[in-house]
């Protein structure tokens, strides 16, 4: 399958961020490990660009979320 751009992380629940492709479909989900969301946002977006495509740099700049703040990868 092939994943579309951008991806983003989302955290669920209190303890796990997913990342998801643009149409919100799943693609990875890690623990939360820190209480720092950026740190965890950062970690997991990094691993999962990596292991997605390593032809496309894992920092394409800000994505909006849904309370139209801006979050990078």
Same mark, same amino acid.
């Given at each position: 399958?092939?994943?579309? *751009?951008?991806? *983003? #992380? /989302? @955290?669920? $629940? /209190?303890?796990?961020?997913? @990342?998801?492709? +643009?149409? *919100?479909?799943?693609?990875?989900?890690?623990? +939360?490990?820190?209480?720092?969301?950026?740190?965890?946002?950062?970690?997991? !977006?990094? @691993? #999962?660009? #990596?292991?997605? %495509?390593?032809?496309? &740099? #894992?920092?394409?700049? &800000?994505? &909006? %979320?849904? !309370? $139209?703040?801006?979050? *990078? +990868?």
């Amino acid at each position: 399958m092939k994943f579309q *751009r951008p991806f *983003r #992380a /989302e @955290i669920v $629940g /209190e303890d796990t961020i997913w @990342i998801v492709d +643009r149409t *919100r479909a799943f693609i990875a989900c890690f623990p +939360r490990l820190t209480d720092d969301v950026q740190k965890d946002f950062a970690r997991a !977006s990094a @691993i #999962a660009a #990596a292991d997605l %495509d390593d032809d496309v &740099p #894992a920092d394409e700049g &800000p994505l &909006p %979320d849904d !309370s $139209g703040d801006t979050q *990078r +990868r």
